[in-house]
T-cell receptor, first 114, second 112 residues
Framework: AQSVSQHNHHVILSEAASLELGCNYS??????LFWYVQYPGQHLQLLLK??????LVKGIKGFEAEFIKSKFSFNLRKPSVQWSDTAEYFC????????????FGSGTQLTVLP | EAEVAQSPRYKITEKSQAVAFWCDPI?????LYWYRQILGQGPELLVQ????????DSQLPKDRFSAERLKGVDSTLKIQPAELGDSAMYLC??????????FGPGTRLTVL
């Protein structure tokens, strides 16, 4: 069974600081990788996704993530965070099988101080 | 922009009572998912439908939970009887291709 680990449960940054949130997955086959964000009081929204091709993926709102197959990692980055980036961030993976069920990490709460 | 609709948004019930949640997926999305998200954790899949058929309900506690999608469109998730440990956010998601899931706002259940 696949699993996802997010090592940071809570990250606190000041505005303009750089962000990197870690995500590691365990699965031996081909995977699709996702980062979702949940802003306070809102539903889960897709930030970015990786299916194949260029391992550096750009998403919405200036976020990007890099798939490193050898490390089973898909870390999320943003060069300069804003107060509005305060949210919970979830890494998720699906296998390439027919069911394509999302397995989520436990999430990282990001607090950006103004 | 099409969205997944869920109701109610909040539900407070006493243990041993029955509760039901409703989900209306984005039009044309054949695949529908129900997830449970306990505070401080990521969502966990409860059941997956393809049209009106259950694809996977291996994580659904079938002694008290049931889910249906009779006409392959909207879906209902029921808990009977509710227990204290069922307090969580219940999320519905839908997908057209299976590659990307779109989530609704969720129903926050509190069992007293």
């Amino acid at each position: 069974a696949q699993s996802v680990s997010q090592h940071n449960h809570h990250v606190i940054l000041s505005e303009a600081a750089s962000l990197e949130l870690g995500c590691n997955y365990s699965y031996g086959g081909t995977v699709n990788l996702f980062w979702y964000v949940q802003y306070p009081g809102q539903h889960l929204q897709l930030l970015l996704k990786y299916f194949s091709g260029d391992p550096l993926v750009k998403g919405i709102k200036g976020f990007e993530a890099e798939f490193i197959k050898s490390k089973f990692s898909f870390n999320l980055r943003k060069p300069s965070v804003q107060w509005s980036d305060t949210a919970e961030y979830f890494c998720a993976v699906t296998s390439s099988g027919s069911a394509r069920q999302l397995t989520f990490g436990s999430g990282t709460q990001l607090t950006v101080l103004p | 922009e099409a969205e997944v609709a869920q109701s109610p948004r909040y539900k407070i019930t006493e243990k041993s009572q029955a509760v039901a949640f409703w989900c209306d997926p984005i039009s044309g999305h054949a695949t529908l998912y129900w997830y449970r998200q306990i505070l401080g954790q990521g969502p966990e899949l409860l059941v997956q439908f393809q049209d009106e058929s259950v694809v996977d309900d291996s994580q659904l506690p079938k002694d008290r939970f049931s889910a249906e999608r009779l006409k392959g469109v909207d879906s209902t998730l029921k808990i009977q009887p509710a227990e204290l440990g069922d307090s969580a956010m219940y999320l519905c998601a839908s997908s057209y291709t299976g590659n990307e899931q779109f989530f609704g706002p969720g129903t926050r259940l509190t069992v007293l």
